[in-house]
């Protein structure tokens, strides 16, 4: 499965991913350091990301979580990741995260591929709820998942700890699968 917008790409991860997705996660390591502190973490190097990249690939075969690269076409080169993640917290639940590389932010590439991302989810997962879990002063993402047609539901206290160990508290959004 790929799907294309304009000049960029969604894909399930490949194991040939491992280097473009360490050189993806250090070059925006001061961006992901807050919100993505574990993929952070096991991509500092070519050889986690290599660790990192079978392991994500196994459990997407094993329908057990599902990662995503965003790349821009021309060159291939890894500017975003999303995931499909949670998939065992609730039934017919999951929950979506993104990042994408500070240089591709506000041109409207995650919300689209967010959008065809939710449609899949809906259509080939079966699921009936997804949910964007993000911290109040991340914008971008905040835009995201209302041009998405999620919804606010609450806030969730001190439920996300950040790279250094803080924990700090997650504003809760969902979508719900509208069956015909």
Known sequence: ???DFENYSIAPVHIKDAWRICDFVVSNSERLKPFF???LKANLTPTLAEIFVKTKVKQFGNRE?????IKEN???TIIGLLYVKELFKAPNQAEL???ISYQ?????ITSKLVSEIVDWSFNHLGLETLQIIAHKTNLGSLRVAEKNGF???KTLSKSHQKFD????DMELYELYNKVP
């Open 37 to 39: 502190p574990q993929t």
């Open 151 to 153: 919804t606010f539901q």
């Open 65 to 69: 979580e599902y990662l995503f690269t």
């Open 74 to 76: 021309t060159n291939r």
């Open 165 to 168: 160990g803080e924990s700090v």
């Open 97 to 99: 995260a993104y990042c």
């Open 1 to 3: 499965m790929q799907i």
């Open 104 to 108: 591709y932010e506000g041109r409207g």
